[in-house]
């Protein structure tokens, strides 16, 4: 868990009449961002209620946390990773496989800088629900994943980075120090590493029996810090079935791609449970 963003905010006062949402992301998008805005108001538009689920919460926080300059920030991050990630596709699909650098260089370029990493991160939260192929996700993670956990679950996030899916099992959960877990997630993180295989087998061993893991991955979805390559919905899946999990639900989108590419980028979400 990483709850480094205030949770609750005075209600009644100045601050709630400028109460922030969604619709400032949005917004800071159509500034900032303009060649991304169209179809993030239309996949806005189509999902007000999933999104305003996601973003709400995170407009509040973000506006409690750093005021309204990071809605541009955010907008900008947006905009830049949507560049890296159309960029870093179009060399997949000429080199046929994704060419990541050495892990080193990542860990150093990437994860550890942190000119590199804040804007990163407010993108991969307003992905969720900004791009057609992962508003699914949010619907699939609150309904089939929190909305079904016990009250006061104990809930584990593994590489949590912006940390607001955490905040969200907050409003339900308790974030847990157990040996096992009612709720694991384990978002958008396989696909970074180099072996996935002991993620899925502490997924399988730090599940509780009637517990329930959310798992999300990219599949043939080129990014600068994507170093296993997953072709099928089957690959991550069978992996985690050799971990002793089993499916409950599955979701896989893909995103816009151009006529004849021999890749399609898309993004799965699985629940799962113990066998
Ligand atoms: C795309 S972000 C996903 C963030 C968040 N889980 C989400 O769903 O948006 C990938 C995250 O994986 C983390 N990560 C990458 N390799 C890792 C590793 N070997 N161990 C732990 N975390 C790792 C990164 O720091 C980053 O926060």
Redesign the pocket.
């Known amino acids: 868990m990483c709850p480094h963003m205030p949770i609750d905010l005075p209600i009644g006062n100045e601050k709630h009449r400028n109460m922030k949402t969604a619709e400032d992301f949005l917004r800071a998008i159509e500034r900032r961002a303009k060649l991304f805005a169209p179809s993030a108001t239309a996949t806005f538009r189509a999902n007000k209620e999933l999104c305003s689920w996601v973003l709400d919460p995170l407009a509040r926080w973000a506006d409690a946390a750093y005021g309204e300059k990071a809605f541009d920030e955010a907008a900008l991050g947006y905009a830049k990773y949507c560049l890296g990630v159309a960029q870093a596709q179009q060399i997949y699909e000429r080199a046929g496989k994704y060419t990541p650098e050495a892990m080193p260089e ?2 150093a370029g ?2 550890e800088d942190e000119g590199y ?1 804040v804007p ?2 407010w993108a ?2 307003l ?2 629900a900004f791009w057609p192929s992962m508003i699914a996700h949010i619907a699939l993670f609150r309904d089939e994943f929190l909305r079904r956990l016990p009250a006061n679950a104990t809930v584990l ?9 955490s905040l969200d099992a907050l409003r339900n959960a308790n974030a847990g120090q157990a040996t096992t877990y009612q709720g694991i ?5 396989a ?3 180099p072996t996935p295989k002991p993620l899925f087998d502490s997924l399988g061993a730090q599940i509780a029996p009637q517990g329930r893991v959310f798992f ?1 991955t990219a599949l043939e979805s080129a ?1 600068r ?1 994507h170093v296993f390559e997953f072709h099928r919905e089957s690959e991550p899946l069978r992996m985690a079935e050799d971990a002793g999990l089993r499916l409950l639900r599955l979701v896989s989108d893909a995103s816009a791609t151009p006529p004849h590419a021999r890749f399609q980028p898309r993004a799965t979400a699985m629940v799962l449970q113990a066998r």
């Open positions: 990542i860990v990437v994860y990493m990163y991160m991969a939260i992905i969720y996030e593994l590489a949590c980075g912006h940390g607001v899916l997630i384990s978002a958008m993180l696909e970074h590493l999300s990014q810090d």
